[in-house]
């Protein structure tokens, strides 16, 4: 069986984390063997960008400027695509990838406002054109994702607390995204309940990867 690139898309809080350890396990329960990783921080050296790009500001108080931003993101996917996805896919595996290309294009081309060609060259040179086999776009209300996360009172951090206008521009970048590829970017309701949410993940993947059922 070759390897499958499966992307996890969407706004703060829409469900990604609960729906790839739920579908982790029933991929596993199908016997197919899966990594599941992240962007940023799916690696040694993606662990400590991560740090920089999400924390409240840099050590010294410093705002981290939008371009630098965008390179510390190209830079942590260059190594992630590196050291974690083509040697797994090679392998035979299916990846479960936490946010991928699309989120630079919503957070730092929509919400950001960053110029899309640079934006695109940039994700070109960090994949070397490794585009995902599917991507799962959970869709939910700014709103709703928020006040999940709100309510996990684990503090909001950098980019969550930008002003509710640049989130609704990021949702507006992912609908945007999801018309123009359709046969590569599926949208799921993430506002119904976990249970609901995994069942049509579930029929995603059997369709589009010809799993048993
Ligand atoms: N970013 C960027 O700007 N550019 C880039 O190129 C990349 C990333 C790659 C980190 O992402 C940040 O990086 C992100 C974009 C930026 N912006 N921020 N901040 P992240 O994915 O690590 O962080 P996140 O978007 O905030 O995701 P999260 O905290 O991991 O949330 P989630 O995975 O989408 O949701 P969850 O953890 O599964 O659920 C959150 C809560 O909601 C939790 O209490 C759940 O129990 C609850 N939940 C989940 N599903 C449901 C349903 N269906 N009903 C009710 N409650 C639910």
Request: hydrophobic letters at 40%; a negative charge.
């Amino acid at each position: 069986m070759g390897g499958k690139l499966i992307v996890f898309e969407g706004v703060e809080g829409c469900g990604k984390t609960s729906q790839m350890q739920l579908c982790s396990e029933w991929l596993e329960s199908l016997g197919v063997s899966v990594v599941v990783t992240r962007e940023p921080g799916g690696t040694e050296l993606g662990v400590h960008l991560r740090r920089l790009l999400l924390e409240k500001s840099s050590a010294q108080g410093e705002p981290v400027a939008e371009v630098t931003e965008l390179l510390l993101y190209a830079a942590d996917r260059s190594q992630h695509v590196e050291q974690e996805l083509k040697p797994n896919l090679a392998a035979g595996k299916y990846i479960l990838c936490d946010r991928y290309t699309d989120s630079t294009i919503a957070y730092q081309g929509y919400g950001r406002g960053l110029n899309m060609s640079l934006i695109n060259q940039l994700n070109n040179i960090a994949t070397g054109s490794l585009e995902s086999d599917l991507t799962i776009w959970l869709d939910v209300d700014v709103e709703v994702g928020l006040a999940r996360k709100l309510s996990d009172k684990v503090g909001l951090d950098r980019i969550e607390q930008e002003a509710i206008a640049f989130h609704r521009r990021v949702q507006k970048g992912y609908a945007e995204l999801a018309a123009s590829y359709p046969s590569r970017i599926v949208r799921v309701d993430g506002s119904l309940s976990k249970e609901a949410v995994q069942e049509l993940i579930q029929e995603i993947l059997r369709v589009h990867l010809h799993l048993a059922r």
